[in-house]
Structure formats: structure tokens, C-alpha cells
């Protein structure tokens, strides 16, 4: 250990306490590997602030010795974003943010809440439940993913076509700067157009910008009665139609999402279950409908409406029922990350290309990895497809810059939820114009002039 590492390990002791400073390799394992295992480095100590003013100081610390800061909430990111560098130019200490879980009172009459950034979705959930709230934004990892982890992706998931991404619940923000010093505007007002708007700056930033600490929430009314329908159908393009038709026709939409027959064996294979239908079908289509009222009559005509498109469906609107069927979809991403280490690409196209990105990708996929198994799956509505590849070594980037180029020649984008982390660095200019990348480092140099805040994410270093 150098000296300079000796009196930064010190520093932080100071700042959170000894207990909260993981040197041990067996302790700081978890939060050295991602959720894929394809990404993996080693960080001087794993650090546990518990308020927003020892996160300060951990920042101050690290700042004094030039060593880098990995802000990790969950660790359940897809793009590499949460964990040390494998190749760092300098030493890396991972921010926890575990321990900031404050969960304040439900404002009942703005609906909105504050809470730590560590605090998961799942918490937030419970929490905001019996003040008769949802929260806008839902996904797969809600037990393990925090919610400042989800505003430093702007994490989208099953509910945007009806509440939108993440950054689209985010009234108010507190969050450490690179200097040390804490931005906080925690306002419970709606409307505030005193300059820029830092909580959607900070959403999506991926830990380069700042430490976020706390968050002010918007919340939705809570819609108990639920139900759910697995259709199959024809193929994408009849999944693109009805589901677009859907958003207008059956109000209480709350999700539609697509997989494939590949995908549903998989699951099944994996996780056990029954197949929903006696023959394989092109095409599944999840739809979730939500109200205060029963909403399965209502979400059961829209289907008898879709006609023959409609090959085979399923409804169910008792719990196990719907989860059954929500695993077929959910269980994609455990089923695939089982069979080994993931190429896990999230893509959107405009919707009138998502079909012909569909079978443009299988084949491209299959050019670039012969004996690849290739997994498509996602969020219809927002044209977004999540590509798993299982076959190709981690470090053979091969088939990642397959799918990236199909889908920029496509006129989509290679992020459409999980963002670019360093697994897409080597892309953003390509995505980006050259006068919105320079915008975007700029406002990086001005925040955190040192490089000190996740550095080689979004940008290589
Ligand atoms: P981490 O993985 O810890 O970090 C992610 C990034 O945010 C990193 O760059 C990190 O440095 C930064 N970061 C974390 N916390 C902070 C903070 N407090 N301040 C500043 N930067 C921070 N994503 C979707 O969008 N939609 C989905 O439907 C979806 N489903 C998923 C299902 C499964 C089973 C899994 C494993 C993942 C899924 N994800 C999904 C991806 C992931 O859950 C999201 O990206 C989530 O927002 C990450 O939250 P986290 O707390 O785990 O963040
Ligand atoms: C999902 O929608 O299931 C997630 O974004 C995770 C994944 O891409 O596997
Ligand atoms: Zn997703």
C-alpha cells in the first residue's frame, strides 16, 4: 500500500466510521463484479456514508489523492457503470449508497415523497403504498435496485408508455459534487423554472456528474385491480399494431411486452412452469391493465375486439395467476444471465422499424456468432428490444458491435434504458453528434474538472 493510500484510508475512516471502510477482498467481492459478471476491477476499499455530509467528506478525500470514485446503489446495473475498471489508470474506491435509506413521510398533498438515495425500489414501493400512491416506474431487479441508481440511468421499464422513464418522476434532488460541495433542492412544488433544472441533469449521468443522495418523487394514484393477458400472435409487427392501437383503446394500459418463443422455452427450461399455449407461436404480447375498478372485462373485450390477429390468449387477474404470467417475461433476464456470461444489448428503434429490426438482428447475430443463442425481448410501446447473446467469449465484442451498428444504420439508439456505462463508451459518438458529445464533455469539465466521478463511463477516459 503506498502512503497516499494509507492517509486516504484513513481520511475515510474519519469520515464514516471504520466499520464502514471494506478493505478485506472477501468483503468488497460484491461490489467488484456486476450483475452480468462480464464486468469486474478492483477498488482500494468499499465505502458505506450514511448522510449526505459523509459522502462530502469521502469526496473531499478521494478528491485530495486523485483516486476515483464509483458510486454503486444496487449494483444490478447492465452496462458495467457500478463497478471498478478493470484497466484503471488510478486507484478506485467504490461510494455504497446502501446505507442512505431514509424513507420521509408521503406529502399527501403534493403526492410526492423524499427519500435516500439507497433506498430500492421495493421500499419505496411499500412505503408509499398505504398513503394510496404508486410509483411511476416499475422493473425486475425492485428488491435490489435503488432508487438513486435509477435516477443516475434514468431507468425506464414496464410503466413508461404510461408514466415515463424515471427522470419524468424527479421533482427535487440532493447530491454531492465532485468538489465536495452539496447541491440540495428537495422543494415539494411541481413548478420551479429558477434556471437549470439539475435533477434532470443528473438523471441518466451514470455517476459522472454527482453523488445523488436523496431524491424528491412524484407519485401516481394507486390502481389495485389488476389484470393480465398473454396473446400470441403473428409477429412483431402485429405486436407493434395492436399494442400501438391499445394506447388509445384500452385506457387502463399499463404494459405491453414482447418476447419470443425462444426466450418463453428458455424460461421455462430454467425456471420450470407450464407453456401458456400447446403450439409454439412468431410473437408473445404481455398486456397489463390497471384501474381502481376490475379491470379484466374491459382488457377481455379489447382483446375479442383485435380479431384474428389474436392466435391464442391467456388472461388472468388473480395474483398467482398474473405473476405466472409476468414470470414468462421477467424471468428472461435470471434464465439468460444462467446460461453464462450475457452480450446484453438495449436498443430502440423507431416503431415502424422495430419489426424489420427484428429480423435484421437475428441475422446479424448470426453472421457475426454462428452458434450464438440469441434472446429478443422488451418494452413494445417504447420500441425498445433487449438483445441477449450467450456464446461469445465477454471480451469478444464482436456481435455488441454487430447489433450497435444495424441498430444506428436503423436510425434507433444503442441506449435505450440501462445506459452507456463503458460497455457502449466507444459508440456514444457514434449515436451522438459531434456538437452533442462536445456539450456533454463540457458540462462534464465544468462539474468535475479532476475526472474524478466514474471515470471511463459514458466517455472513455
Ligand atoms: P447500480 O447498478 O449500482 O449503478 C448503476 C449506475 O448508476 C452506475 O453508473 C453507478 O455509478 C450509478 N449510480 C448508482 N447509484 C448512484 C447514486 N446514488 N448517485 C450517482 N450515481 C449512481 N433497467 C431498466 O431501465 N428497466 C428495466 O426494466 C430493468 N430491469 C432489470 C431487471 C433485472 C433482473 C436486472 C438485474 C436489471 C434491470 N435493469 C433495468 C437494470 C438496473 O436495474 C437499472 O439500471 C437500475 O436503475 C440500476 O439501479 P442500481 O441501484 O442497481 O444502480
Ligand atoms: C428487462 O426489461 O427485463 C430489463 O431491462 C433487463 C434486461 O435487459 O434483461
Ligand atoms: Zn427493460
Redesign the pocket.
Known sequence: MTPDSATLLDSLRSAVGSDHVLTDADLRASYET??SRRWHGEALAVVRPASADEVAAVVRACAATGVAI??????????G??VPRTHATRPQVVVS?LR?RELEPVDLLAGEVTVG??A?LGMLQAHVRPAGFGFGVD???RD???????????????HVLRYG??RMQLVGIE?VLADGSIVRRLPGMLKDNTGYHLPSL?AG????L????RVRLRLVPLLPRRAVALLALDGTAAAVTLAGALRSSLPSLAAAELFFDEGLALVLRRGGGERPFREEHPAYLLLEVESRVDPTDELAAAIDAAGEVVRDAVLASDGPGRERLWHLR?GH??AINAEGVPHKLDVALPLGRLAGFVDRVRAAVKEAAPSAACYLYG?VCDGNLHIGVIGPPAEDEGVDAAILRLTIEMGGTISA???I?VAKVDWLEADRSGADVAAMRAIKRALDPAGLL?PG?IFRE
Do not use: K
Not at 449521468?205 to 459522472?208: F, I, M, V
Not at 454527482?210 to 443522495?213: H, N, S
Open positions: 456486476d450483475w464509483i458510486p454503486q446503489g444496487g449494483n444490478t446495473g447492465l452496462v457503470g457500478s449508497t442512505l438515495a439507497g430500492t422493473l425486475g431487479a435490489s435496485a435503488t432508487v438513486g441508481g435509477m435516477v443516475a440511468t434514468n431507468a425506464g421499464g414496464i422513464p424515471m447530491a443528473l449521468s451514470e455517476g459522472t454527482a453523488i445523488i443522495t421477467e433476464t435470471e418494452h434504458e440501462h445506459g456505462g466514474n463511463v
